[in-house]
């Protein structure tokens, strides 16, 4: 059985606002599957004393003091803007999409 | 729809509410969580950015140390447990108002948990459950343009505005809470009020919810007595205490009409309306919850020193609750005085207005008598009503000095509450103060006598009561500004009677 469906890819494809065509659908779908069973392989050899590894340092606590830095000018922020009006960010338009809480 | 909604009695006979609150409060710590741009309100458009912020390639995330203590700080005052290594997640959606594609969250790992909050509604008390306290960032402001009012429907295309993207924000996410009943209005609010409280005694945020920095998403859900808890929805956009109430009650007797009539309430985000008071739908939640957590790899997890904790805690402030409650003893109230000042609103106004000068029966008297009255006619908050703690101990002081009666100090202070400047100044600008020359009140009291011989005989003869009448014509010439008791004293005086 397939590790992802090709309606879960399509899905995830939506989600991220990704135009597939119906034959990438496939592909992609093989692919990741490809992927997917290779991590669940892995996953068998997996012992259970092993703790899941989220960050590769075993560091902890890496905090900043609430100090004021410095920040980029409105034109260096825009610089790199596909376009920008009122000095904002332009994008095109948003309906019905999701924002987040 | 054109259905007649039914009346509110009518719901709660018949559906149990079940409601939950998630609270969003903006941190007032001087940088934003993941860079050192300043949280500072009103700079032009894309002025407090940095490439962390803006999501710039190659950039890294550095959690800022007083927003992870300002979080500690509100979980232990919610009598959370704080955990010993949690992580941060990604939430990922894809929406402009934040340029990384993600927003930085908490999702399985809060820093805080399990906690409750006691409050009292009606004097009765209630402990809300806190499911979880979380650190955040905040969101970029979009500006729809194209469409007829700015709304995001027929927009053509959007503005983006990153200032407030990585505002260090804590959401607080209150257990469910059944057994309301007909209470669950009261109960929101008492609990949104009193957490607000507790906030702002913690000085953590400035807690206004009018200007976002205090936010509230708001669970309701009905269901009949015995079965199964209802299906909820989520209104967002309530923006004050009284909201909060009205929310709760709108979407109460919306959700009974609906299953009434044999409908199901769908899952999904509904938006408040403050001028009529009602919610509408907003996206199905159903479709809308894909956001993919995973832990943050910019971010390490945050272990919080168990001595660092202790001495958070052991430094708490007085919390709201046990302060009012010795403010009531010091006062000298009973329970009854206490909540009626509660209701207003007025507790830390009178509290000022103690510290500025003056007895806790002048204060209580002036902010629950005239400035309450004006505040609900005008239907302002008591806070924002125009006088401020400092104004109404120096009115208190003038009438106290005897330079204005309880009259002219409630005429100063229309004009105070007019912002026309300080109570003395008034006085003097408006000339206002009492008559106390001597010279010019006995010269008034001789001119009342002199064109009242028929009733300055009366008083002579005997008719102590008879002098009310030239009070009242002193009171007269002098415009209402002599003291009363004075002018009386004087006529007998002058009349040659005992008092």
């Known amino acids: 059985m397939a590790a992802i469906s090709r309606e879960e890819v ?6 991220s606002r990704l135009a597939v065509t119906e034959e990438e659908l496939a592909t992609l779908a093989g692919q990741l599957d490809v992927i997917l069973q290779a991590v669940a392989q892995v996953g068998e050899v997996t012992a259970a004393d092993i703790p899941p590894t989220s960050h590769s340092v075993p560091l902890t606590n890496v905090l900043r003091d609430d100090v004021v830095a410095s920040c980029l000018t409105p034109e260096e922020a825009l610089s790199g803007a596909p376009d920008a009006a009122e000095q904002r960010f332009r994008v095109p338009r948003i309906l019905d999409e999701d924002v987040a809480s | 729809m054109t259905t007649t909604l039914p009346a509110y009695d009518e719901v709660v006979a018949r559906y149990e509410p079940v409601i939950g609150l998630e609270t969003h409060v903006e941190l007032g710590t001087n940088t934003k969580m993941f860079c050192g741009c300043p949280t500072d309100f009103g700079g032009a458009p894309n002025t407090r950015v940095c490439p962390v912020c803006l999501g710039l390639p190659g950039s890294l995330p550095v959690a800022n140390r007083a927003a992870v203590e300002a979080t500690i700080r509100i979980g232990l005052a919610l009598n959370c447990s704080i955990a010993q290594w949690c992580r941060f997640a990604r939430k990922n959606y894809y929406y402009p108002d934040m340029p990384k594609n993600y927003q930085i969250s908490q999702y399985d790992e809060p820093l805080c948990v399990d906690g409750y909050l006691d409050v009292e509604v009606n004097g009765e008390p209630v402990r ?29 295309e959007s503005l983006v505005d990153y200032n407030r993207a990585g505002i260090p924000l804590v959401e607080i996410v209150t257990k469910p ?6 209470m669950a209005p009261e109960v929101a609010r008492a609990y949104v009020t009193e957490l607000r409280d507790v906030l702002r005694s913690l000085g953590v945020s400035d807690v206004r919810m009018e200007e976002g920095s205090l936010r509230c998403d708001v669970n309701t859900s009905l269901n009949l007595p015995g ?22 009650r709108s979407e109460m007797i919306r959700q009974a009409s609906v299953l009434a009539a044999g409908g199901r309430i769908t899952q999904e985000t509904r938006h408040f309306h403050e001028d ?17 957590y995973f832990p943050e790899p910019d971010l390490v997890p945050i272990a919080p020193d168990p001595t660092w904790v202790a001495e958070l805690k052991a430094a708490l402030p007085e919390l ?22 509660l209701n207003a609103g007025a507790v830390e106004l009178i509290e000022a207005t103690i510290a500025a000068g003056t007895t806790p029966t002048a204060a209580r008297k002036w902010w629950l008598g005239e400035l309450s009255r004006r505040a609900n006619e005008t239907g302002a908050e008591l806070a924002d009503i125009g006088a401020t703690p400092e104004q109404v101990a120096e009115l208190q002081g003038l009438v106290d000095a ?17 912002g026309e400047g300080s109570p003395a100044k008034i006085m003097a600008d408006r000339n206002l103060e009492v008559v106390s020359d001597t010279g010019a009140l006995t010269a008034a009291v001789d001119e009342a006598i002199a064109a009242n011989p028929a009733i300055a005989d009366k008083v002579r003869g005997g008719k102590v009561a008879a002098a009310g009448a030239l009070v009242g014509a002193v009171m007269k010439t002098t415009r209402g500004q002599a003291d009363a008791k004075t002018v009386r004293e004087l006529i007998l005086e002058r009349l040659g009677v005992q008092g």
């Open chain 2, 128 to 156: 809300i459950s806190i499911e979880r306290v979380h650190m955040e960032e905040d969101t970029g402001k979009t500006l729809h343009v194209g469409g007829a009012t700015g709304r995001i429907h027929g927009a053509t």
């Open chain 2, 402 to 418: 005897g330079k204005l009666t309880d009259k002219l100090a409630r005429t100063v202070l229309e004009h105070v509450v007019a």
């Open chain 2, 320 to 341: 709201p609750r046990l302060h009012r409650r010795r403010l009531q003893q010091e006062w000298g109230l009973s329970d009854l005085d206490m909540q009626s000042i």
């Open chain 1, 10 to 15: 399509a899905h995830l494809a939506r989600l």
């Open chain 2, 276 to 292: 009529t008071g009602d919610t509408t739908s907003g996206r199905s939640k159903e479709t809308a919850t894909d956001y993919r």
């Open chain 2, 227 to 248: 079965e199964q808890w209802g299906t909820r929805t989520e209104t967002k956009n309530v923006n004050s205490l009284r909201s909060v109430e009205r929310a709760v």
């Open chain 2, 177 to 182: 809470i059944p057994g309301a009943g007909a």
